[in-house]
């Protein structure tokens, strides 16, 4: 594109900030241990990049624009850091799907796959990991679940029903 046709002051727009995952209103911001501890130590990397781009004065309007983003992510940060509500997954009822779980669902007869997930805040979320949300609909439809437990999901277009086979609690994989 030719430079013609591109405003003068480009440089000069407002970075937009990526927002941090969904947190609904009034919902507290559980966190495992291993979550407080990638919380910590995103900040620790956000503060070391701040401190670069502070540093590196080759150009000053890319410099503004990265410490402008920067210092959003790091407000964002802060918030959760500030909110979050530490559950140790071994305070929680081994029997009953809580907060922290790995939980195995196998479905009823021969239908469906089984599924494995742990129960995690949601900065620590990540499907490929097999971690989720709290506040997801499938987190939500098996909180207080107890071991051997029959639950309808209603996740798709039909209704499954699945067992719950098994639930554990390990701080290190959460």
């Given at each position: 594109m030719s430079r013609a046709f591109t405003k003068e002051d480009?440089?000069?727009e407002a970075p937009i900030i990526p927002s941090r995952a969904a947190l609904p209103p009034g919902t507290?911001?559980?966190?495992t241990p291993v979550g407080l501890e990638q919380l910590r130590q995103e900040l620790t990397e956000l503060e070391a990049a701040r401190s670069a781009a502070e540093a590196n004065r080759e150009n000053e309007a890319d410099r503004t624009r990265l410490l402008t983003l920067l210092n959003g992510q790091l407000?964002?940060?802060q918030a959760r850091l500030n909110t979050a509500r530490l559950v140790d997954p071994r305070s929680q009822p081994a029997q009953e799907v809580r907060f922290g779980a790995t939980v195995v669902l196998r479905p009823v007869g021969s239908k469906g796959p089984t599924r494995q997930f742990t129960i995690?805040?949601?900065d620590e979320a990540s499907v490929a990991?097999?971690?989720v949300a709290f506040v997801a609909p499938i987190a939500r439809a098996v909180q207080g679940a107890k071991l051997g437990q029959r639950l309808t999901l209603h996740l798709?277009?039909?209704p499954e029903e699945v067992e719950v086979g098994s639930i554990t609690y390990d701080p290190g994989t959460s």
């Open positions: 480009d440089s000069l507290p911001n559980y966190v407000s964002q940060l995690v805040g949601v990991e097999g971690k798709g277009a039909k």
